[in-house]
């Protein structure tokens, strides 16, 4: 934030600077500090950065230092945790498994040549909306691990929606995974999450960057 003022801060002049450093409660604490740090720049007498900006300062690093455990905290989300979360979740179940019929009952035709990309890439744009909706529903951000967590919950159900449309339609409930295959498959799921929300993560940042943070 700092490094955004000093940029817009550039073409000031010192007697400018000099009224934002006087007048700095009627400014953000990081306009003040860039405000100082191009006057200190461009003169040989330094400002001292004033007191309680150092308090803020020292408060915004600690804040940074505890960012990496907040990242693994599921706290936030399950303090948060209600019924809004499952309403999501079970439309977005069935939006995907709509898609899925759709794109099964066109597997025929030239334009669908693939099922499983078709599948797997709208599943990866109803997790990101999923991220979407959270953000609208709660005012703030998911960390990594609600996101995490929230991404298992909702692969859960539709995993068993599928397994339960297939029973109605087809009565076929067989499910014959056998435990070692089953560990494996837990691992991977797990593993593909914690990549998937890795490059969610990435994103996240560079939206940051042009203030466009949607999720």
Same mark, same amino acid.
């Given at each position: 934030?700092?490094?955004?003022?000093?940029?817009?801060?550039?073409?000031?002049?010192?007697?400018?600077?000099?009224?934002?450093?006087?007048?700095?409660?009627? %400014?953000?604490? #990081?306009?003040?500090?860039?405000?100082?740090?191009?006057?200190?720049?461009?003169?040989?007498? +330094?400002?001292?950065?004033?007191?309680?900006?150092?308090?803020?300062?020292?408060?915004?690093?600690? +804040?940074?230092?505890?960012?990496?455990?907040?990242?693994?905290?599921?706290?936030?989300?399950?303090?948060?945790?209600? %019924?809004?979360?499952?309403?999501?979740?079970?439309?977005?179940?069935?939006?995907?498994?709509?898609?899925?019929?759709?794109?099964?009952?066109?597997?025929?035709?030239?334009?669908?040549?693939?099922?499983?990309?078709?599948?797997?890439?709208?599943?990866?744009?109803?997790?990101?909306?999923?991220?979407?909706?959270?953000?609208?529903?709660?005012?703030?951000?998911?960390?990594?691990?609600?996101?995490?967590?929230?991404?298992?919950?909702?692969?859960?159900?539709?995993?068993?929606?599928? +397994?339960?449309?297939?029973?109605?339609?087809?009565?076929?409930?067989?499910?014959?995974?056998?435990?070692?295959?089953?560990?494996?498959?837990?691992?991977?799921?797990?593993?593909?999450?914690?990549?998937? #929300?890795?490059?969610?993560?990435?994103?996240?940042?560079?939206?940051?960057?042009?203030?466009? +943070?949607?999720?």
């Amino acid at each position: 934030m700092k490094e955004y003022f000093i940029e817009r801060f550039k073409t000031k002049s010192e007697q400018e600077l000099d009224e934002i450093v006087e007048n700095r409660t009627g %400014y953000q604490n #990081e306009a003040v500090l860039a405000a100082i740090e191009l006057l200190n720049n461009s003169r040989v007498t +330094q400002i001292a950065v004033p007191e309680e900006l150092k308090v803020k300062k020292d408060v915004v690093k600690n +804040q940074e230092s505890d960012g990496l455990e907040k990242s693994f905290s599921p706290k936030a989300f399950f303090r948060t945790l209600s %019924y809004r979360e499952f309403i999501t979740w079970l439309a977005l179940t069935l939006l995907l498994l709509s898609f899925f019929e759709i794109i099964n009952y066109y597997s025929d035709e030239y334009f669908v040549n693939n099922n499983w990309k078709h599948n797997f890439s709208f599943f990866l744009l109803v997790l990101l909306f999923n991220h979407v909706i959270y953000k609208f529903e709660h005012r703030r951000s998911n960390n990594l691990m609600g996101r995490s967590i929230s991404d298992s919950i909702l692969l859960m159900m539709v995993i068993f929606a599928k +397994q339960v449309y297939n029973y109605l339609v087809d009565r076929d409930l067989s499910f014959d995974v056998e435990i070692g295959q089953f560990i494996l498959l837990i691992i991977v799921i797990a593993f593909f999450i914690f990549f998937f #929300e890795s490059i969610v993560g990435i994103l996240k940042y560079l939206l940051s960057l042009i203030r466009c +943070q949607i999720f």
